[in-house]
């Protein structure tokens, strides 16, 4: 018979209505009742397309032993990290705290009857093994201890919630942030950067989109080499395949390896819209099509598989059949068949199959992951082979497909694609219609809502990570576009922003019930505070010149934190670094606008911004005054790269 989660729209939480737990949604019914009843609480925090949250749900959720202890003695309470992420990182700072490294998922927490952490762990398996506590165990014991009232376990309760309750600890001290921070930034970089393939790790590789973005600004403002070479050596190793899926296009969610190969099969719409929009801006300003290629094809991939009614879904699974990567694997008889069956020689065939790394012993679990080995250089019969791929594909069973649409990811999105645009306008007409229709369904009576599952009615509210990414959005909409509803939109976004989120010189990720700081860090994507600066130096430019005001008081806030170890901020960073280049600001009517936009695309100052005025010449503008007024794109083109180059 399914629990309480029934009722719940997230897809995540819809996976958990079976179980034989008795699930509550996060709601004040929930903790009441534990208060009431004096049971200790279990919080378990995960999303749709994690392996290992399916792993703990068939080996731990769906173990009838362990639910009649959970439903015995505590109450269960069941978060999708997706649509909360302001429960997601206040307990992902629980975890911190009490194991000293950073969490993952599931995440699962131990809490008294009043909500105060006691222990705080990961995947944890059924039963003991070693010196490992399986569940089983730990949740009697907890449950005893809870019920004993034991006096050391309220005790260090008590301490831990007092820890995070304390408020993070104001700057002690205002750094200056000038041009030898990029200096700093890089030198960072190099200590963690591993040379053979490229990434920031010598185990498990996440695509660190924001530090290479900000190694994409030094490399084009200061000319500088090791800046470039930790980009494009990491670009082309990303791309050659493993973690960035050759076939169907798209890029997975992190390789487990140091080579890019093995992928956690999971693909997710924020780091596609990431990818997208580094790899578009890469191609374009280094001059690329390998990089633009491969923006072009994660868009396709989208816009073609993770797309409906012009929103995006939020993720698709890892896995199919219960096992990881079945789906995007090949076993090499099966590969081999096709590939002879459409009418390739078996000369050919073998050439094929060896130049995509496919092999009868396989490099993942006997399949294989097709990969090649010089991604810049696809042989002529690529795309031939990858219909057939795709043919072998279509006779599987897809991923399941997360259809939860997320305003901070959709616009990830939607900025990828009109980066995008500026190499080929179609994709700027793909980001309008999907910018109008995520406005549709999370701005339905005007109030923004962060998440509500496709073709029904938004019901969680909208984060700050909402307003800055979608503020973005708007802005890139408006400098696509040049009209005006978008720069209004944005301007809205930042006001709201400013009025609901931020309060003596701090950023909220939420407010309200449930209140949670905003963290300059980044995470698994740019974090809030630095896109909200992003977005308010935009406007600074275009609008208002406060908003830049708002932007320098919050990066003066962080400014200790940024000079000591920018390379921990890089995405607040490359705001710094804005701030202390200064945007340019080119004015010209629309038309004239339009006409210049392929010149400009090919200007490298990366900090360069439109807007649409009644002016009949080019006039080039900083943030202080105008200096040039020119009549031809070609001479404002030349007259940036003249005095703005290095």
């Given at each position: 018979?399914?629990?309480?989660?029934?009722?719940?729209?997230?897809?995540?939480?819809?996976?958990?209505?079976?179980?034989?737990?008795?699930?509550?949604?996060?709601?004040?019914?929930?903790?009441?009742?534990?208060?009431?009843?004096?049971?200790?609480?279990?919080?378990?925090?995960?999303?749709?397309?994690?392996?290992?949250c399916h792993?703990?749900?068939?080996?731990?959720?769906?173990?009838?032993?362990?639910?009649?202890?959970?439903?015995?003695?505590?109450?269960?309470?069941?978060?999708?990290?997706?649509?909360?992420?302001?429960i997601d990182k206040y307990y992902q700072e629980v975890h911190h705290l009490l194991n000293r490294k950073p969490s993952g998922w599931p995440t699962s927490v131990f809490c008294t009857p009043d909500n105060r952490p006691i222990f705080a762990g990961t995947y944890i398996t059924p039963d003991?093994?070693?010196?490992?506590?399986?569940?089983?165990?730990?949740?009697?014991?907890?449950?005893?201890?809870?019920?004993?009232?034991?006096?050391?376990?309220?005790?260090?309760?008590?301490?831990?919630?007092?820890?995070?309750?304390?408020?993070?600890?104001?700057?002690?001290?205002?750094?200056?942030?000038?041009?030898?921070?990029?200096?700093?930034?890089?030198?960072?970089?190099?200590?963690?950067?591993?040379?053979?393939?490229?990434?920031f790790s010598n185990d498990l590789k996440f695509p660190q989109i924001y530090t290479l973005n900000a190694l994409l600004d030094i490399s084009l403002l200061q000319n500088n080499p090791d800046a470039e070479k930790m980009l494009t050596q990491t670009l082309s190793a990303m791309h050659r395949g493993g973690m960035y899926d050759l076939i169907d296009g798209g890029f997975c969610r992190y390789s487990t390896d140091v080579d890019w190969l093995v992928p956690r099969f999971e693909k997710m719409t924020f780091d596609n819209?990431?990818?997208?929009?580094?790899?578009?801006?890469?191609?374009?300003?280094?001059?690329?099509?390998?990089?633009t290629l491969i923006a072009k094809e994660v868009a396709d991939f989208m816009t073609g598989k993770m797309q409906e009614d012009g929103l995006f879904y939020s993720a698709s699974d890892a896995d199919t059949e219960g096992k990881q990567g079945i789906y995007?694997?090949?076993?090499?008889?099966?590969?081999?068949?096709?590939?002879?069956?459409?009418?390739?020689?078996?000369?050919?065939?073998?050439?094929?199959?060896?130049?995509?790394?496919?092999?009868?012993?396989?490099?993942?679990?006997?399949?294989?992951?097709?990969?090649?080995?010089?991604?810049?250089?696809?042989?002529?019969?690529?795309?031939?082979?990858?219909?057939v791929f795709l043919s072998l594909r279509e006779a599987r069973e897809y991923p399941f497909i997360d259809r939860k649409v997320q305003t901070s990811w959709s616009a990830m999105m939607i900025r990828g694609l009109f980066e995008l645009g500026k190499s080929d306008p179609i994709y700027t007409q793909k980001a309008v219609d999907a910018l109008e229709a995520l406005m549709d369904?999370?701005?339905?009576?005007?109030?923004?809502?962060?998440?509500?599952?496709?073709?029904?009615?938004?019901?969680?509210?909208?984060?700050?990570?909402?307003?800055?990414?979608?503020?973005?959005?708007?802005?890139?909409?408006?400098?696509?576009?040049?009209?005006?509803?978008?720069?209004?939109?944005?301007?809205?976004?930042?006001?709201?922003?400013?009025?609901?989120?931020?309060?003596?010189?701090?950023?909220?990720?939420?407010?309200?019930?449930?209140?949670?700081?905003?963290?300059?860090?980044?995470?698994?994507?740019?974090?809030?505070?630095?896109?909200?600066?992003?977005?308010?130096?935009?406007?600074g430019i275009l609008q208002d010149d406060s908003y830049r005001q708002f932007a320098f008081t919050t990066l003066q806030f962080y400014s200790a934190n940024l000079a000591k170890a920018p390379i921990s901020y890089p995405h607040l960073f490359n705001q710094a670094i804005r701030y202390r280049f200064e945007d340019l600001l080119v004015k010209a009517n629309a038309d004239k606008l339009a006409d210049a936009a392929p010149s400009l695309a090919e200007v490298t100052y990366p900090y360069v911004r439109v807007k649409a005025t009644h002016?009949?010449?080019?006039?080039?503008?900083?943030?202080?005054s105008c200096f040039a007024q020119?009549?031809?794109?070609?001479?404002?083109?030349?007259?940036?790269?003249?005095?703005?180059?290095?």
């Amino acid at each position: 018979m399914p629990n309480r989660l029934e009722l719940e729209d997230s897809p995540y939480l819809q996976q958990h209505k079976d179980n034989p737990i008795d699930w509550y949604p996060w709601c004040d019914e929930a903790f009441e009742r534990a208060r009431t009843e004096a049971r200790p609480i279990f919080i378990s925090i995960g999303y749709s397309t994690c392996h290992w949250c399916h792993a703990m749900e068939h080996d731990v959720f769906s173990n009838e032993t362990i639910a009649a202890i959970l439903n015995e003695h505590y109450i269960c309470i069941k978060v999708d990290r997706e649509e909360r992420p302001d429960i997601d990182k206040y307990y992902q700072e629980v975890h911190h705290l009490l194991n000293r490294k950073p969490s993952g998922w599931p995440t699962s927490v131990f809490c008294t009857p009043d909500n105060r952490p006691i222990f705080a762990g990961t995947y944890i398996t059924p039963d003991s093994r070693g010196e490992k506590i399986g569940f089983t165990e730990l949740s009697k014991l907890i449950a005893t201890k809870v019920a004993q009232k034991d006096e050391s376990l309220f005790k260090s309760a008590d301490e831990i919630q007092a820890y995070l309750d304390k408020p993070a600890s104001q700057a002690v001290e205002v750094k200056q942030l000038n041009a030898t921070l990029t200096q700093r930034f890089v030198k960072q970089a190099l200590r963690i950067f591993e040379p053979n393939s490229g990434g920031f790790s010598n185990d498990l590789k996440f695509p660190q989109i924001y530090t290479l973005n900000a190694l994409l600004d030094i490399s084009l403002l200061q000319n500088n080499p090791d800046a470039e070479k930790m980009l494009t050596q990491t670009l082309s190793a990303m791309h050659r395949g493993g973690m960035y899926d050759l076939i169907d296009g798209g890029f997975c969610r992190y390789s487990t390896d140091v080579d890019w190969l093995v992928p956690r099969f999971e693909k997710m719409t924020f780091d596609n819209g990431l990818h997208c929009e580094l790899y578009a801006r890469a191609g374009r300003m280094l001059n690329d099509a390998s990089y633009t290629l491969i923006a072009k094809e994660v868009a396709d991939f989208m816009t073609g598989k993770m797309q409906e009614d012009g929103l995006f879904y939020s993720a698709s699974d890892a896995d199919t059949e219960g096992k990881q990567g079945i789906y995007y694997t090949f076993d090499y008889d099966t590969a081999k068949t096709a590939l002879l069956e459409h009418g390739f020689s078996a000369d050919d065939t073998e050439t094929i199959l060896a130049t995509l790394h496919v092999t009868p012993e396989g490099n993942f679990m006997g399949r294989n992951i097709v990969w090649l080995e010089s991604p810049a250089d696809r042989p002529e019969w690529f795309d031939a082979v990858r219909d057939v791929f795709l043919s072998l594909r279509e006779a599987r069973e897809y991923p399941f497909i997360d259809r939860k649409v997320q305003t901070s990811w959709s616009a990830m999105m939607i900025r990828g694609l009109f980066e995008l645009g500026k190499s080929d306008p179609i994709y700027t007409q793909k980001a309008v219609d999907a910018l109008e229709a995520l406005m549709d369904f999370v701005m339905p009576q005007g109030a923004l809502f962060h998440s509500g599952l496709i073709h029904s009615t938004p019901k969680v509210g909208a984060f700050l990570e909402d307003y800055a990414y979608l503020g973005t959005a708007f802005i890139k909409a408006y400098e696509a576009t040049y009209d005006n509803v978008w720069l209004m939109q944005a301007q809205r976004m930042a006001d709201h922003a400013l009025d609901i989120f931020y309060e003596n010189r701090r950023w909220y990720l939420s407010r309200g019930a449930f209140t949670t700081e905003a963290d300059p860090a980044d995470a698994l994507y740019p974090g809030s505070i630095g896109v909200i600066v992003d977005l308010l130096l935009s406007l600074g430019i275009l609008q208002d010149d406060s908003y830049r005001q708002f932007a320098f008081t919050t990066l003066q806030f962080y400014s200790a934190n940024l000079a000591k170890a920018p390379i921990s901020y890089p995405h607040l960073f490359n705001q710094a670094i804005r701030y202390r280049f200064e945007d340019l600001l080119v004015k010209a009517n629309a038309d004239k606008l339009a006409d210049a936009a392929p010149s400009l695309a090919e200007v490298t100052y990366p900090y360069v911004r439109v807007k649409a005025t009644h002016n009949k010449n080019y006039m080039l503008c900083g943030t202080q005054s105008c200096f040039a007024q020119l009549k031809t794109p070609v001479e404002i083109a030349d007259t940036i790269r003249e005095k703005f180059s290095y």
